[in-house]
């Protein structure tokens, strides 16, 4: 497959989904744009698999073949009044795909050349930081939908502290993989970046999504959708796969729109939800 | 690939993402989100690449890690797609009916 022809077939696969998404917001054609986004994507994986010369690798299709089998089951099985914890888990299983592929090509297995390391490992940790969170925060929002959590908010008493405290160490592991190698003499101890970007994105994800009251979950999973769509772009942005940048970027974008349209039918502002103050009661725990 | 041009990319994507969304009826705010989540399992693509070419690794240890860590990938990014894809059509499918019932009623 030639290069142009590659670009070609994303291009129209990403206007294929854009479609499918815009297809979906109506009720009449909603089926149709749901079917028409699995297509385009299951189109995706061929095209990727022949543009990489990769279609002849068989463990990839066992690969597939089991989180299909696991997959459907759950779809198949899952009791219409377990929906929304569903969607929360599937989202943070998507969230944890996005930072193993960052993982992977921070330790550099898996990609052909690098040619711009710089940006490769900083989109990598940064894919990691994201997904870990989304993964964390989905399964909290899973779990307090499930009642397996506290179904109020949880919020501790510095809560902002601990947030902003987690933010700080993230950009630092950014920063360290921008900064180390080449630059300023640092040598890049690539372990320790992974250890600080799953550890403290973990914490984050699981304080950001603790404070929110379990009636509120649904606005969080459609943030955390978002945020999985933009782990998907970022982690895309590592390996350079322009389908998964374009895609990616699509989710995160209507993602957040869909969130502001939820919040503004349900009256809520997402500040006050996602600082964990409901309309019954606004008693810290 | 050039970094300036993923950003670019990923700049016009959002930007048509975001405009894409006009006014969507309440009762479609679920099933458009776990879509979307479906969706968002896109980085499947970059798991099937990840392992795909690891096979080529020169190095003993870089291909059980890719093995191992990619296969993992793509179990979950499969999960996703397979799932979110199914949940939707579930969900999409629960409309129909009721709608149908409404009318024939």
């Not at chain 1, 969130?259 to 500040?271: D, K, W």
Request: hydrophobic letters at 55%; one cysteine or more; proline letters at 3%.
């Amino acid at each position: 497959m030639t290069p142009t022809l590659y670009y070609l077939l994303c291009a129209v696969l990403s206007v294929a989904v854009l479609l499918g998404i815009s297809m979906m917001s109506r009720v009449k054609t909603a089926v149709r744009g749901n079917l028409l986004s699995a297509v385009s994507l299951f189109a995706g994986i061929a095209v990727t698999l022949i543009y990489n010369g990769i279609a002849s690798v068989w463990n990839i299709y066992l690969y597939m073949v089991v989180g299909v089998v696991i997959g459907s089951a759950l779809a198949i099985r899952v009791k219409m009044i377990e929906m929304p914890q569903m969607v929360a888990l599937l989202n943070g299983v998507g969230g944890l795909a996005s930072a193993l592929v960052g993982i992977l090509t921070l330790l550099g297995v898996g990609h052909s050349t690098v040619d711009y390391p710089l940006f490769t490992n900083v989109t990598a940790i940064l894919a990691v930081e994201v997904g870990v969170i989304t993964l964390v925060g989905s399964l909290v929002a899973a779990g307090k939908l499930h009642k397996l959590l506290p179904q109020r908010p949880v919020i501790w008493r510095s809560h902002a502290a601990v947030l902003n405290f987690c933010l700080i160490l993230l950009t630092l592991a950014v920063l360290h993989a921008a900064f180390a190698g080449e630059f300023l003499g640092l040598s890049a101890d690539i372990s320790l970046i992974l250890l600080i970007g799953v550890a403290v994105s973990a914490l984050f994800g699981y304080a950001f999504s603790i404070r929110v009251g379990g009636a509120d979950m649904p606005i969080t999973i459609s943030l955390l959708n978002s945020l999985s769509g933009v782990a998907g772009a970022i982690a895309g942005m590592a390996i350079s796969d322009i389908l998964l940048v374009s895609v990616g970027g699509i989710v995160g974008a209507s993602g957040l729109f869909l969130t502001q349209i939820m919040c503004r039918s349900m009256n809520r502002s997402l500040i006050d939800i996602l600082t964990g103050k409901t309309s019954v009661s606004g008693k810290p725990a | 690939m050039n970094p300036v041009l993923l950003i670019l990319i990923f700049a016009v994507a959002t930007g048509v993402g975001y405009m894409i969304i006009r006014n969507v009826p309440s009762l479609l705010h679920t099933p458009l989100m776990s879509g979307m989540n479906a969706l968002s399992g896109i980085t499947l693509l970059g798991a099937v690449a990840a392992v795909g070419l690891s096979v080529a690794a020169i190095r003993q240890q870089d291909l059980l890690l890719g093995q191992i860590l990619g296969g993992l990938a793509i179990i979950a990014a499969t999960l996703n797609v397979v799932g979110g894809f199914g949940v939707t059509h579930r969900m999409l499918k629960m409309f129909d009916k009721k709608k149908r019932e409404g009318k024939e009623s």
